[in-house]
């Protein structure tokens, strides 16, 4: 059904409470989406469940045709699972630290700043996990912990602009309303340096896609920073806290961060040459054909997605002989600065027989996927170049 069987009333706004008290300038069209859905949760079938509690979901990499990942095939990852409603009730965004005047914001109160629309790609730090040798503990997602959207709502920078950014502030500190079921657990709490936060595409995100952010996703509000990995966009925001010095705790001190130079599987790393996670790597995965597929000859259309951190993609190549020749792939469709980039290629002349199909993307650093990928320890940013093993049966 489509928007136009509410056309009257697609254009004014209308205040509703969401996600448990905060109150979001819906258009007509929003509420009508939201009575034909009456108000649930978008089913996240046909994803893969990876844990149950919290749920972890991750999209079947077959989904990445489109350069926007619908908002109930996103993949879904959280340390606790949402907040409970009632932590939600009467919600409001607290800024405060090294800032001018502490402020307390309500969603309509954001909603007054300026509106900005960023595509973005969020992906999992852990992303690939499963590929690493030896076994990494944790998560064990293979290559759908990412997705591409639109995110919609204020830049992060006008809000610390209206608390009036002190001297000393370095960092900020993001904390959401989700807690750990038991007290000893560490809350998730993470900072991104005050430079990446003061960056004009770093959004306090209300909308994802055009709809009101889903609760799994961080309603009423989220962080995107473009570029970085998932980690720092931290969903059910209640916190910004300007400080000296990064987040204290598990999640920030402890979590997140990789070696600065290759180590050995059990060796003991010094907290001194671990850093944190911040921008991505280059990668791209195949979409088309799928792993195990028996294919007809002809031309065999090969897609799929590329993308990188605080970069562009320039190029994408594609082998079908396991890396031994390569040729250049298509980049089509939509471009921005964070969102994925959709290519294809158009492998002719294939004949009968068993073949390994590579991708392999570079970027406007220079950077381009690794055949082989160097082990850390917590398994984060796998981007090796991404294979499918075919049939092709004539
Ligand atoms: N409050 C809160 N925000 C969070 C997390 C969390 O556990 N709590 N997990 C982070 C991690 S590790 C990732 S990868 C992304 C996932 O975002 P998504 O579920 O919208 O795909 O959320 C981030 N934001
Ligand atoms: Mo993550």
New binding site residues.
Partial sequence: MSQSHAPALSRRRFLVRVAGGAMLALTGADLWSLIRGAGAEPAKDGLMTRVTR?QLLETPVEDFTSWITPNER???????GPPPADALHNWRLHVEGDVARSLTLSLADLQALEEVTVPAV?????NGRAFFTPKVPGAQWEKG?V?NARWTGVRLADVLKRAGVGPRARHLQL????RPVLPTVPL?T?SIPLEKAMHPATLLAYRMNGDPLPL???APL??IVPGW?????????THLTLREHEADGFYMQTA?RMPIKPVMPGAVVKPSDMVPVEDMVVQSLIARPTDGAALGGGVILVEGVAWTGEAEIVRVDVSVDGGKMWSEAELIGDQAPYAWRLWRYRWREARPGAYTVMSRAADSRGHVQPMAMTWNPSGYLWNAVDHVNVRVTG
């Fill in positions: 919290p996103f993949f879904v990852r959280s340390h606790f969020v992906q999992c730090s852990g912990a997705g904390l959401g309303a989700d998730f993470r799994l996703h961080g989220r962080v990995a998932g980690d720092a966009c931290v969903k059910w925001l997140y």
